[in-house]
Nanobody
Framework: QVQLVESGGGLVQAGGSLRLSCAVSGTTFSSYSMGWFRQAPGKEREFVAGITWSASVTYDADSVKGRFTISRDNAKSTVYLQMNSLKPEDTAVYYC???????????????????WGQGTQVTVSS
């Protein structure tokens, strides 16, 4: 059974940083592409960043360009999201998602992911 567990969320002031982690168990992590999504109250879940099983990355350029970095450590079966220069509009529940060998051009499509974590709250105060 594939399980994803996010951690690292919290309350931070605008301009601050957080690093989210998503630990994956129950499968061969190195074969999975991973995505980070977020959902603010009253809004749809939206794509933030993704990384393929081969470590190619893509971002939602409009919202996080130059501020967020996604990475993975296959030895630890963990994907990370480093978030810098945080803004109040980054406030949301952040979810990681996993899908086996999803291609880079599909990473932003939340409907293609079979596995999701429970989410971690990120709150950025102004």
């Amino acid at each position: 059974q594939v399980q994803l567990v996010e951690s690292g969320g919290g309350l931070v002031q605008a301009g601050g940083s957080l690093r989210l982690s998503c630990a994956v168990s129950g499968t061969t992590f190195s074969s999975y592409s991973m995505g980070w999504f977020r959902q603010a109250p009253g809004k749809e879940r939206e794509f933030v960043a993704g990384i393929t099983w081969s470590a190619s990355v893509t971002y939602d350029a409009d919202s996080v360009k130059g501020r967020f970095t996604i990475s993975r450590d296959n030895a630890k079966s963990t994907v990370y999201l480093q978030m810098n220069s945080l803004k109040p509009e980054d406030t949301a529940v952040y979810y990681c998602a996993a899908e086996r060998r999803l291609q880079i051009w599909n990473l932003a499509s939340k409907g293609l992911y079979d596995y999701w974590g429970q989410g971690t709250q990120v709150t950025v105060s102004s």
